[in-house]
């Protein structure tokens, strides 16, 4: 117990150096995903619980979030569980893109710009192959940040304890020097149990505030 309360003081002790966000429901307003299978329930003529059931028997286990399951594959697997043409296939992929892509938070999106350069920037996003190539042509998301990583390509995700660590290693800070945004709570868990600063998003304005606070020391 002493050694933690110790590393604990020694860690809050460090001046911060980088901060880092998540892209869905943080960086990107996502909307819930019963807009999506509302949409295609309607468009097949079949109850909407129905879809929403095909469509989470596609992935159960998130192969995707970790780089097991291809673009063309879970495209496939959709394509199957709904038994869509291949018009059909086409268009769901491209609704499942504009729906997973959401709307950029603009106000969060330019504060996380404008910490640059006196601070470090970093991406860290759970997500699915394609997801660099959709947000980067519709939000820019590569240029915002000093770090982008999403999980498929490094094969980790959230709240696996190797994707913060490897978060910190791309910024080359300390997790003490660290301040990450997330809207799940259990990813803020995992990265306050490393030592980096958790700010919870619920708001634009909100994490603003809460990392203003927590950089004010520096300022």
């Not at 807009?35 to 097949?44: G, H, T, Y």
Request: contains cysteine.
């Amino acid at each position: 117990m002493i050694a933690w309360i110790t590393s604990y003081v020694i860690v809050r002790d460090m001046p911060i150096r980088a901060v880092g966000f998540d892209i869905g429901g943080v960086l990107e307003r996502v909307a819930s995903w019963e807009v999506l299978s509302d949409r295609w329930a309607e468009r097949l003529g079949v109850p909407e619980p129905v879809v929403a059931a095909a469509l989470a028997a596609v992935d159960p286990d998130d192969l995707a979030g970790i780089g097991g399951l291809d673009e063309a594959q879970i495209s496939r697997q959709f394509a199957a569980a709904l038994s869509l043409s291949a018009a059909q296939t086409a268009q769901f992929m491209t609704d499942m893109w504009d729906w997973y892509c959401g709307e950029l938070d603009v106000e969060l999106a330019a504060f996380a710009v404008g910490l640059r350069p006196r601070y470090r920037t970093g991406i860290l996003s759970n997500s699915a192959d394609g997801a660099r190539r959709e947000e980067q042509a519709r939000h820019g998301i590569e240029d915002m940040a000093d770090v982008v990583i999403y999980s498929h390509e490094v094969r980790v995700a959230k709240p696996d304890a190797r994707a913060f660590q490897l978060l910190c290693r791309e910024l080359d800070v300390a997790p003490g020097e660290l301040i990450f945004v997330d809207d799940q709570p259990g990813h803020i868990a995992a990265a306050t149990g490393l030592g980096i600063h958790g700010v919870l998003h619920v708001s634009a304005a909100k994490s603003i505030a809460a990392i203003e606070g927590l950089l004010a020391p520096a300022l």
